[in-house]
């Protein structure tokens, strides 16, 4: 007597992947080329705009050059956008509005949750110890707004770039679907969130070891997270806000730490 009983579903699954060992690592190679192209361009024109034609240096106006950086470098990615769509036409950015369900409020909480667990995760002595931490922003009203306008807009540019332009070009180049019970991605953007958590590779040049690894961690599961509601969503818009969320929370919750236990 045979078992008709349906064999159960691993809890960890990768599916559907056609592309070869060397294919695969060449469209890493292009992802990271096209990832150092947008963003490098966007930083250096801010940086000339900063320093030449506004002459701030090394003021305290940092906030304003990051701002600066972000728009630029969101400028870079939708020239990619423009481009992935004429080399690969069957490529989706998902640079639209939602065409049903936005998950804009659960992107809201989401990235709530995400400044919560990055102000823990990047200052946990100093909130055990109950003193300011120093996380080098100005809590003067201005420099303070200007951090805070950077920190919303950063989606804009990041998830363009990483979700719009790279993991869409990875979905074709590199097909294949990556399950872990019943949460699904793409197996590019599974790949992106690594990548985007070696973008963020400063974190080992300025903070402590154990810091700078808990800042890899998070900045992976953030980029498998905005994965998922681009897919969930079919649009970059939910994404976008639960990144700026999530980083206006965290540094906004530094500025009222650093004025009330100062």
Not at 185 to 202: M, N, P, R, T, W
């Amino acid at each position: 007597m045979t078992d008709a009983a349906p064999t159960p579903r691993p809890l960890f699954q990768i599916s559907g992947v056609t592309a070869g060992p060397l294919r695969t690592v060449l469209a890493l190679i292009l992802a990271a080329v096209i990832m150092q192209f947008s963003l490098i361009p966007g930083r250096e024109l801010a940086r000339w705009l900063y320093t030449s034609v506004l002459g701030l240096g090394q003021s305290e106006h940092v906030g304003l050059f990051v701002f600066l950086a972000i728009m630029f470098q969101a400028v870079t990615a939708l020239i990619g956008v423009v481009v992935l769509k004429r080399v690969l036409p069957q490529a989706d950015a998902h640079v639209r509005w939602p065409p049903a369900r936005s998950y804009v409020g659960l992107a809201v909480v989401i990235g709530l949750a995400m400044g919560l667990i990055m102000l823990a995760a990047d200052y946990w002595p100093e909130l055990l110890a109950g003193t300011a931490p120093d996380g080098g922003y100005s809590t003067a009203l201005l420099p303070a707004f200007e951090w805070l306008l950077a920190m919303i807009t950063t989606g804009l540019a990041e998830e363009t770039l990483f979700r719009g332009v790279m993991v869409g070009m990875l979905v074709v180049l590199i097909p294949g679907r990556v399950r872990l019970g019943t949460f699904e991605i793409s197996l590019a953007g599974v790949l992106v969130a690594v990548l985007f958590g070696l973008a963020h590779y400063d974190a080992f040049l300025h903070n402590p070891l154990h810091l700078a690894i808990a800042q890899q961690i998070y900045a992976f599961v953030w980029g498998v997270t905005y994965v998922w509601l681009m897919e969930r969503s079919k649009s970059l818009v939910a994404p976008i806000v639960a990144h700026g969320i999530g980083n206006v929370t965290e540094v906004g919750l530094i500025m009222v730490l650093m004025i009330v236990w100062a």
